[in-house]
């Protein structure tokens, strides 16, 4: 009974730990939700600021994209670390 409680409680917890890692990448998020409806070289040739990928996630996701609040965190997160506006200079 114990060893069936614990291979339960393992299964359970690989299921949900493998769901996370296969969202927890924002270039995956950026192919998977954002994709579907334009290429993301529409997203790739912007750079802005973190405050403005939030509003333009936001805004994507008034018209359709899919995000849990996570998943929003995590790309809107990524976007701003990879197509940031360059610092001065
Ligand atoms: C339900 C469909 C849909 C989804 C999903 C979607 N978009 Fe869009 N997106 C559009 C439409 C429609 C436009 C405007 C028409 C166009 O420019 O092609 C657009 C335009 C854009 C633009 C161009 C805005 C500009 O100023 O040129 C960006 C950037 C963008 N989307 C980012 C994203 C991101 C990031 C995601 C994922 C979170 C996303 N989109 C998901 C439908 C979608």
Not at 7 to 16: D, P, R, W, Y
Not at 35 to 61: F, G, Y
């Amino acid at each position: 009974m114990i060893k069936t409680t614990i291979a339960i409680l393992a299964v359970t917890f690989s299921a949900a730990t493998s769901h996370a890692a296969m969202f927890s990448n924002g270039a995956t998020l950026l192919e998977a939700k954002c994709a579907v409806c334009h290429p993301s070289s529409k997203v790739k040739v912007l750079k802005r600021s973190p405050e403005q990928w939030d509003a333009i996630v936001t805004s994507m996701m008034k018209r359709g994209a899919k995000l849990n609040p996570e998943e929003k965190k995590v790309l809107v997160d990524y976007l701003a670390k990879t197509y940031k506006p360059y610092a001065g200079k």
